[in-house]
């Protein structure tokens, strides 16, 4: 069964940084894009970023570029999001998904919330 | 970007009743669209991958078709467990992009 579990989720002043991480089970990681999402209070779904099964290639909202980075450790089967310079509207549950680089996202993890607020 | 937009925004149906929600998109995603259930508290899931395959485990109830613009789920009987939001999505262009969302709720 495939399984992600996202962490690194809390609460951080604006301007803070946070690194996320999702571990993965149940499949070949390296073989597989990986995607984060965000879902803000009160807002629909938002995709933030891919990173190819290599980790060579990534893309990025326009919202988070210049700010996030993902990452990945194929010998960890891990993807990480470090998150620099973070802004109140990056207040959001983060979610990691398999897939999206050429396919859709599935499966999702549970999510790991991020507040951002002084 | 690609938008997105679902209609209706909600609506209000009783268990056994048949279902259908609209996807349109703003410039051809050709097949590249899924479709995801997501109910409160939970991670999305996803039902419809590439407009009209049905994901691993999704009940027969739940079809989508379409393609270019203009597409379609349908839920040809409402099951309790069937009430949720449902985004669309589509991966035929960066960024990534859903549509807002069509909550179906108990009438």
């Known amino acids: 069964e495939v399984q992600l579990l996202e962490s690194g989720g809390g609460l951080v002043q604006p301007g803070g940084s946070l690194r996320l991480s999702c571990a993965a089970s149940g499949f070949t990681f390296s073989s597989y894009s990986m995607t984060w999402l965000r879902h803000a209070p009160g807002k629909g779904l938002e995709w933030v970023s891919t990173?190819?099964?290599?980790?060579?290639?990534?893309s990025y909202a326009d919202s988070v570029k210049g700010r996030f980075t993902v990452s990945r450790d194929n010998s960890k089967n891990t993807q990480y999001l470090q998150m620099n310079s973070l802004r109140a509207e990056d207040t959001a549950i983060y979610y990691c998904?398999?897939?999206?680089?050429?396919?859709?996202?599935?499966?999702w993890g549970q999510g790991t919330r991020v507040t951002v607020s002084s | 970007e690609i938008v997105l937009t679902q209609s209706p925004a909600t609506l209000s149906l009783s268990p056994g009743e048949r279902v259908t929600l609209s996807c349109r998109a703003s410039q051809s995603v050709s097949s590249y669209l899924a479709w995801y259930q997501q109910k409160p508290g939970q991670a999305p899931r996803l039902l419809i991958y590439?407009?009209?395959n049905r994901a691993t485990g999704v009940p027969a109830r739940f079809s989508g078709s379409g393609s270019g613009t203009d597409f379609t789920l349908t839920i040809s009987s409402l099951e309790p467990e069937d009430f949720a939001v449902y985004y669309c999505?589509?991966?035929?262009?960066?960024?990534?992009?859903f549509g807002q969302g069509t909550k179906v709720e108990i009438k």
């Open positions: 999505q589509q991966r035929s262009n960066w960024p990534r992009t």
């Open positions: 990173i190819n099964s290599g980790g060579g290639i990534t």
């Open positions: 590439d407009a009209s």
């Open positions: 998904a398999k897939g999206g680089w050429d396919s859709h996202f599935d499966p």
